[in-house]
C-alpha cells in the first residue's frame, strides 16, 4: 500500500493549528492559576461561637461540611473554635447553611459567624493545595512500632499543630491534622524520622 505525504500547505496549517490549541490550553492553564491565587484575600474565616468547655477539633469537624479546610483552631477559654475554608464560596456556604439550620457540637446549640481576624492562603500554600496537599496524610507501610500514640510523640515538636485523628488499618496510617500548612510539615517530618513515603491524601 502507497501512503502519500499531505501537501505542505496542509501540514504547516495543522502544526500551526495544534500550536494554537497548545497555547490556549496553557492560557485558561494560567488563568486559573491566577484566579485560585487571587482568592488568597478574599474572606474565608469563620467562627463558631458557644462550645461546650469538652469540644475537641474533632467534635468540630463533625459539623464543617460545604468545602476543604486551610486550617483550623480551638480557643478553650472564649469556648470558640475558628475555621478557615480554601474556598471562599464554602465560607459563605456554611454561613448561610447555620442560619437556616440549627449546628449542635457535644449535645450543644452554637452560633456561626464570620470571624473578625481573616486568615488569608499563602501562595506557597495555594501551590500545595493545587498539587494536591490537604489537612490529611496517609502513610502507606508503615513499620509495625509505629502506633498512634508513637506518631503523636513524633509530632508534638510541631509548633501549632494540632492532631485531630490518627488511624491505624491494614498497613497504613492515616492521620487528620488541624491545616494544611502542618499537614506538609508532618509529612516531611515522618518522612525523615521513619524513611517511609507520606501520601498526601
Known amino acids: 500500500m502507497h501512503l502519500s505525504r499531505p501537501p505542505v500547505s496542509e501540514s504547516r496549517s495543522a502544526e500551526k493549528s495544534s500550536q494554537r490549541k497548545k497555547l490556549a490550553l496553557k492560557l485558561r492553564s494560567a488563568t486559573r492559576r491566577r484566579e485560585f491565587y487571587n482568592d488568597s484575600h478574599e474572606a474565608r474565616s469563620i467562627v463558631i461561637r458557644g462550645l461546650s468547655q469538652h469540644t475537641t477539633l474533632a467534635d468540630v469537624t463533625k459539623v ?6 486551610l486550617n483550623m483552631y480551638l480557643r478553650p477559654r472564649d ?3 475558628h475555621v478557615t475554608f480554601v474556598d471562599p464560596i464554602a465560607a459563605q456556604k456554611f454561613i448561610i447553611y447555620s442560619k ?3 449546628i449542635y457540637i457535644k449535645g450543644k446549640r452554637v452560633e456561626v ?3 473578625e481576624r481573616q486568615h488569608y492562603m499563602a501562595g506557597h500554600i495555594a501551590r500545595r493545595i493545587q498539587n494536591g496537599a490537604t489537612r490529611n496524610l496517609a502513610v502507606r507501610f508503615v513499620k509495625p512500632s509505629m502506633t498512634p500514640d508513637t506518631i503523636q510523640e513524633d509530632l508534638d515538636h510541631i ?5 485531630v485523628d490518627i488511624v491505624t488499618a491494614n498497613g497504613h496510617a492515616y492521620i487528620s491534622t488541624n491545616g494544611v500548612g502542618w499537614a506538609v510539615t508532618a509529612k516531611t517530618c515522618l518522612a525523615s524520622r521513619f524513611e517511609v513515603q507520606g501520601h498526601e491524601d
Do not use: E, K, P, Q
Open 113 to 115: 459567624y464570620w470571624a
Open 64 to 69: 464543617i461540611r460545604g468545602g476543604m479546610v
Open 100 to 102: 437556616r439550620s440549627d
Open 159 to 163: 509548633h501549632n499543630l494540632d492532631v
Open 79 to 81: 469556648r470558640t473554635a
